[in-house]
């Protein structure tokens, strides 16, 4: 798969993937290993409590972890996360979301990718990181 140009495609205004369109998520700048990335909350993203839902921010960290790590593979590379970890810092409400995710470390089998998740007067929100697995095109 063409990571690249499918995030370059999304950049220019395209579209990602359904689940992007669902949370509200676009690029903000995409870089070699780095992205930052939005989500405008809105009233069907807060639980009973009327803030938004964690699984949901976790959800934009997993598009932002994911979209870092596709910045940094090869074109015969797939991945998959096995693990991802977030810690929730602040509840939020309706607002904008910005998450910045960044590969830290990346081996031929594995990948290590950190987000910062921030709200609209850049409070941090969350943090996220993950542990991909690597491998080839069979």
């Not at 607002?95 to 089998?109: H, N």
Request: proline share 4%; aromatic share 6%; net charge neutral.
């Amino acid at each position: 798969m063409k990571y690249k140009e499918l995030l370059e495609s999304w950049q220019a205004g395209g579209d990602l993937a359904p689940v992007t369109r669902f949370l509200g998520v676009r690029p903000l700048s995409i870089g070699e290993g780095r992205v930052r990335l939005a989500m405008s909350t809105t009233d069907a993203h807060l639980n009973p409590f009327g803030t938004v839902h964690g699984g949901l921010i976790a959800a934009f960290a997993d598009v932002a972890l994911g979209c870092a790590m596709a910045t940094r593979l090869l074109d015969e590379e797939l991945f998959a996360t096995a693990q991802q970890n977030i810690t929730f810092l602040q509840p939020v409400r309706e607002c904008q979301l910005e998450g910045t995710a960044s590969v830290v470390q990346k081996t031929r089998a594995t990948g290590y990718v950190e987000c910062q998740i921030l709200d609209a007067n850049g409070r941090p929100v969350a943090h996220a990181s993950c542990v991909c697995i690597i491998s080839k095109h069979a």
